[in-house]
């Protein structure tokens, strides 16, 4: 990781007023980001890329685009400290493997069945068993490390949103940019089962950790993994025909 010193030479009140007003924003990002990560993820590393992450927001800020600077700030620093993790860990090529699987066997049989597929069908359908299966939820969530960091697609978040769907990153203003995929994960998203809907909500945009949404929904921190990963599964499954899937 590089030094906080690396940017001593860009020092200035804007940084220095950034740093000052921002510094809590890093650590309740970081330590959001920390409880569904590897125990070996140390949030002082977190801390520290979202920091630059940070100091690289305040020096590429424009307010003439209309974002206020948090909006921007957040992006920036969560990017950077989602870069640090995908540098140091990766998930089992098999992890990718059964969640796109799954999402196909989600895509079948909504398809015939013209509803939300559960989680049974799913399971049966790929052979496995209910436990098999929560486990493959799960792994959709931790196994990749990150899951959707905003519902509403922004291009600031683009490398965030390309390693949670799959879009290919070497076309990143295409599919990304696009108001009609937009449309299309909202309404993806609009038409999850009220749980899955719930727990998004609860963990994106009010930010709670899984064993606050437990509380809520009566389950435990597993059980509340569990959904997370069955709503990014069956949004892949929905949003099949945008993805590239070649991960």
Known sequence: ???????????????????????????????????????????EDLIQAGMLGLLDAAKGFDGLQGASFETYAKARV?????????????????????????????????????????????????????????????????????????????????????????????????????SAFRQGLIEAIGGLPEREKLVLALYYDDELNLKEIGAVLGVGESRVCQIHGQAMIRLRARLRDWLDVQL
Do not use: F
Request: aromatic letters at 2%; zero cysteines; a negative charge.
């Open 1 to 43: 990781m590089r030094p906080l010193a690396a940017y001593a030479t860009a020092s200035g009140i804007q940084l220095d007023q950034a740093i000052r007003d921002h510094a809590s924003l890093v650590k309740r990002i970081a330590y959001h980001l920390k409880v569904r990560l590897p125990a070996t993820v140390q949030v």
């Open 78 to 178: 969560r990017g950077a400290m989602l870069d640090e993790v995908r540098r140091n860990a990766w998930a089992p090529r098999s992890v990718h493997r059964k969640a796109r699987a799954a999402a196909e066997a989600i895509r079948a049989i909504e398809h015939r069945e013209g509803r939300a597929a559960r989680d049974s069908e799913v399971a049966e359908a790929l052979g496995v068993s209910l436990e098999e299966y929560g486990r493959i939820q799960t792994d959709a969530v931790t196994g990749r490390l990150v899951s959707m960091d905003d519902l509403t697609i922004e291009v600031g978040e683009a490398r965030e949103q390309q390693a949670e769907l799959g879009i290919n990153p070497e076309d990143p203003l295409g599919a990304l940019e696009s």
